[in-house]
Nanobody, 123 residues
Framework: VQLQASGGGLVQAGGSLRLSCAAS????????VGWFRQAPGKERESVAS????????VYADSVKGRFIISRDRAKNTVILQMNSLKPADTANYYC?????????????????WGQGTLVTVSS
């Protein structure tokens, strides 16, 4: 399974970006999908995760109320809508497919990872 993350860019604080995670060759519709991020000099952290149906989502406390994860099953894609962005959100953002159908904060439960897409939020 190859995952392609896109949608990153430069945005001013308070702005919005929409990240997309598209899967090629095989469906991700039967699996949980997560978004993670890693800023320079910091550890990778979980941002959000969604289960196979889209009916269950979890978020890091730092993004609750600002980010929304959703999936478009017809397009085999998972979206991360990021609103009210802060400079602290600056990082490389990665999507990953879980080994199972549920949500998870633990990167060890994810089997396939996409390349990162860079999000830079200026103050």
């Amino acid at each position: 399974v190859q995952l392609q993350a896109s949608g990153g860019g430069l945005v001013q604080a308070g702005g919005s970006l929409r990240l997309s995670c598209a899967a090629s060759s095989r469906t991700i519709n039967d699996y949980g999908v997560g978004w993670f991020r890693q800023a320079p000099g910091k550890e990778r952290e979980s941002v959000a995760s969604i289960n196979w149906s889209g009916g269950s989502t979890v978020y890091a406390d730092s993004v609750k109320g600002r980010f929304i994860i959703s999936r478009d099953r017809a397009k085999n894609t998972v979206i991360l809508q990021m609103n009210s962005l802060k400079p602290a959100d600056t990082a490389n953002y990665y999507c990953a497919r879980n080994r199972h159908s549920g949500t998870s904060y633990d990167p060890e439960t994810y089997k396939y990872w996409g390349q990162g897409t860079l999000v830079t939020v200026s103050s």
